[in-house]
């Protein structure tokens, strides 16, 4: 794996533990970036309301109408 991602707005690092140190604006439930733990993709799906994105950044700029924490949520 060469690259991790953050599930809540798309941050990029080089290992999970770098990733998980930093601080995550987008985050409801806590400060720091959460992994993504799915693989990389050409399209990324909001797995609550099905919305888009080419990437897991634009896909979490939006806000979702149907997600618990109004984030969108990028399916596996
Ligand atoms: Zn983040
Ligand atoms: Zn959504």
Request: aromatic fraction near 6%.
């Amino acid at each position: 794996m060469s690259k991790v991602y953050c599930k809540w707005c798309g941050s990029t690092a080089g290992s999970i533990s770098s990733l998980t140190s930093g601080s995550c604006s987008k985050n409801p439930e806590g400060k720091n970036h959460g992994l993504y733990e799915g693989s990389e993709k050409s399209k990324y799906l909001c797995k609550y309301c099905g919305n888009s994105g080419s990437s897991i950044s634009s896909l979490t700029s939006g806000s979702c109408s149907k997600s618990p924490n109004k984030r969108h949520h990028p399916a596996l």
